[in-house]
């Protein structure tokens, strides 16, 4: 059997969720100003820097739905660039305590995965604590830190999770 972590259920996304995905990243990229041609780098750079524009006010109008909308769409221009870059894959994963499962990206060999949703979600809501105990826009770093991560990291079962 194989070793999930804490889900209860893995799956490879269908064509339709593949299709959402993309489409919501053409409409972060359109709205990032910037285009798919663009290095990966580059792309996660502008997304820490739009993150870093809502966080120094434009923020604070927004309702909960309205974060989660542009979670989801800058979360998958993140998600594709880290899929693009290192090689990751889209894979729908299911807690035992959830109903339905969540869009991760999930790393080669299935040994670490990340929430990109979930992960800026977190940074809007002011959740994503540094060292400080502040609200940290760790988006290009958490991206940088992927490289070779199942190389340069152990990981205590499948699917470990990192935001």
Known sequence: ??????????????????????E???KALELLSINK?????????????????????DIN??????KKDISITLGSAWGMAVCETYGWKWQGLREEDEEYAAFFVVSPHGKFCCPPFGFIFNILNGANAGFDGKND?????????LDNVEVNQSAPHNYTVLM
């Open 1 to 22: 059997m194989t070793d999930t972590g804490t889900f209860i259920e893995v799956n490879d996304i269908d064509e339709e969720i593949r299709l959402a995905i993309l």
């Open 61 to 66: 109008g927004y309702d909960e739905q309205k």
């Open 37 to 57: 041609n663009n290095n990966q780098k580059e792309i996660v750079k502008k997304i820490r820097e739009y993150v870093d524009f809502l966080l120094s006010g």
């Open 24 to 26: 919501e990243e053409s």
């Open 137 to 145: 826009n760790t988006i290009m770093l958490l991206f940088n830190m």
